[in-house]
């Protein structure tokens, strides 16, 4: 069941209990001590540096982690460590970056050293809007290159995040992307509702998708709905892109939005009414779209506005799929606009020539 730990992070107490979320984070996924230790530095640095450049912020522990590579259909288990802020962004990143590059009153790592010694890292800043980073540690580290979000095995790489309403343990969406021959798969799935029920029809979604990566988006959604019969149901959003072919074949029942970006603008994907497990269209026809080098796919929960204004196509093709993600969900909220329901969003881009994008 889909397990994610949300910190406000306001005063220097909190940095601790950001600490003990991330260590409780490690004991749910299975790290051992040593993987444990890496997490707990990195969410604590990212903690700090909250409080010290930024005024505060959020944290987002999420587990497990897929390998963002999309290079095959093994979850790697694991955390991802989110921290969002609105606060008046980084002057400098390349020299925030940089290993050994400290603050007063941190742990003395920088973001460098969270970059060199986590399994996939990145961040992104602008100035008077803010700052998202994302750490990923796994159970154990790969023989990838240390801090870069691997490359080999795929042209593509997803990410998301999750937020569960109200600070909940657990969130009734759930997302997940597969790759299956020259397919890959992303599905984001909102159970009914919200807290554990939701979950249990969310998490069912995820579950047989690793059983049915390989059929097209319409039959999977059929496949889905007898599958959901026996929970409360969920709204889902399946986009099947065929890497051969450059074509992005996208279903959908239920509020679940869907926006491909290319050449520039967003156009939307759209999906039928319903309830997959409840209700359903006597025919699902899907939609078939050319997929180009700059294509953008992002796929979210109802939770977020529903008239968010999604940003420029261009600045979310080289980012960290999950940072875009956690970019698209706090420039969508606001205090006057507070959260209304589990808050999922998940992007499929391009993964990038430069790999420490």
């Known amino acids: 069941m889909t397990r994610v730990w949300d910190i406000p992070v306001h005063d220097s107490t909190r940095v601790r209990d950001v600490r003990v979320a991330a260590e409780a ?16 530095l990195v969410a604590t640095e990212l903690a700090t540096n909250l409080l010290k450049h930024a005024g505060g912020g959020q944290i987002l522990i999420d587990t497990p982690v897929a390998d963002l590579s999309v290079s095959g259909d093994e979850q790697v288990p694991g955390l991802q460590i989110v921290a969002v802020d609105h606060g008046p962004g980084m002057p400098d ?70 937020i569960p309403l109200r600070a909940a343990e657990h969130s009734g969406d ?27 029809a969310s ?29 409360r149901g969920a709204a889902i959003a399946v ?6 072919a450059g074509q992005l074949d996208f279903a959908g029942i239920g509020n679940v939005g869907a926006r491909l970006g290319a050449d520039g603008t967003w156009r939307p994907l759209l999906s039928h009414p ?39 196509v261009a600045s979310l093709v080289s980012l960290d799929p999950a940072v875009s993600a956690a970019v698209i969900v706090r ?20 993964t990038p020539l430069d790999p420490q994008t």
């Open 93 to 162: 990143l390349a020299a925030a970056l940089r290993d050994g590059y400290s603050t007063t009153a941190s742990l003395g790592a920088g973001l460098g050293t969270c970059r060199r010694i986590a399994d996939g890292f990145g961040v992104h800043t602008v100035r008077g809007q803010g700052t998202v980073a994302v750490a990923r540690v796994h159970a154990a580290r790969g023989e990838q290159q240390p801090g870069r979000v691997p490359t080999a095995g795929s042209p593509v790489r997803a990410g998301g995040v999750n």
């Open 239 to 244: 986009a099947r892109l065929d890497l051969a």
């Open 174 to 200: 759930a997302w997940a992307c597969i790759r299956s021959g020259d397919f890959v798969t992303l599905l984001l799935a909102d159970g009914l509702g919200h807290g554990p029920a939701a979950a249990e």
């Open 274 to 312: 319903g309830i997959v497990g409840a209700h359903r269209p006597a025919r699902l026809p899907g939609s078939r779209t050319p997929w180009a080098s700059d294509s953008v796919l992002v796929l979210h929960s109802d939770g977020l506005p529903s008239r968010w204004a999604p940003p420029p």
């Open 25 to 40: 984070a490690c004991g749910h996924a299975g790290l051992d001590q040593g993987r444990t230790a890496v997490a707990a």
């Open 331 to 350: 420039d969508s909220s606001s205090a006057a606009r507070p959260v209304r329901d589990d808050t999922t969003v998940a992007v499929l881009n391009p």
């Open 203 to 231: 998490d069912a979604a995820v579950r047989l998708l690793r059983q049915c990566a390989h059929l097209p988006p319409p039959d999977l959604l059929g496949e889905l709905h007898g599958a959901l019969r026996d929970t």
